[in-house]
T-cell receptor, first 113, second 113 residues
Framework: GAGVSQSPSNKVTEKGKDVELRCDPI?????LYWYRQRLGQGLEFLIY????????KSGLPSDRFSAERTGESVSTLTIQRTQQEDSAVYLC???????????FGPGTRLTVL | AQSVTQPDIHITVSEGASLELRCNYS??????LFWYVQSPGQGLQLLLK????DTLVQGIKGFEAEFKRSQSSFNLRKPSVHWSDAAEYFC???????????WGAGTKLIIKP
């Protein structure tokens, strides 16, 4: 079956613009996660969604970052007024439940000029 | 604060040689432990995980890892590496029932022919 997909694969934007990143999880997976991976660093947790529960937003670095998920389907991560330090690869993962293996998408490489 | 340390940024080994990648964590209780691999141009893939029980866990691609509570370590091993093992390896921990993964910075494995 299809894995986790993300779009776009690459995004170049100018400082101050808003961007939207999309994640399509594996069908039936109730949990969805967003991570940021800066060059040469490990993954940094941003947010996760589990079913209809309130999302855990504890990893969002600032109020410029927000994410939505409708039911158990697509999620979008929005970064408003982008800054150069937002440049990174943004990874999405999904899992059947919180206790299960996370399957990762290929990521979106964001470059803020 | 909880943290994961991978002390080796790069490791170079000859094809056919044995491999050990180090991972240490800082957490009061025994967390859930994971090793992921990120190959060039591919998404992150779970190699193995430890939740409880036997402290030596077997994973995919011939990898194994040993949990040592006294050393707060979860080192990854492979008896004989192949050129296709060249990739970046990440150790991650999930403290207890909170599945918010905390990631190490990664170790890049380089294989010499």
């Amino acid at each position: 079956g299809a894995g986790v997909s993300q779009s776009p694969s690459n995004k170049v934007t100018e400082k101050g613009k808003d961007v939207e990143l999309r994640c399509d999880p594996i069908s039936g997976h109730t949990a969805l996660y967003w991570y940021r991976q800066r060059l040469g660093q490990g993954l940094e947790f941003l947010i996760y969604f589990q079913g209809n529960s309130a999302p855990d937003k504890s990893g969002l670095p600032s109020d410029r970052f927000s994410a939505e998920r409708t039911g158990e389907s697509v999620s979008t991560l929005t970064i408003q007024r982008t800054q150069q330090e937002d440049s990174a690869v943004y990874l999405c993962a999904s899992s059947l439940t919180l206790a299960d293996e996370q399957f990762f998408g290929p990521g979106t490489r964001l470059t803020v000029l | 604060a909880q943290s994961v340390t991978q002390p080796d940024i790069h490791i170079t080994v000859s094809e056919g040689a044995s491999l050990e990648l180090r991972c240490n964590y800082s957490y009061g209780a025994t967390p859930y432990l994971f090793w992921y691999v990120q190959s060039p141009g591919q998404g992150l893939q779970l190699l193995l995980k430890y939740f409880s029980g036997d402290t030596l866990v077997q994973g995919i691609k011939g990898f194994e890892a040993e949990f040592k509570r006294s050393q707060s370590s979860f080192n990854l091993r492979k008896p004989s590496v192949h050129w296709s093992d060249a990739a970046e390896y990440f150790c991650a921990v999930a403290p207890g029932s909170n599945y918010q993964l905390i990631w190490g910075a990664g170790t890049k494995l380089i294989i010499k022919p």
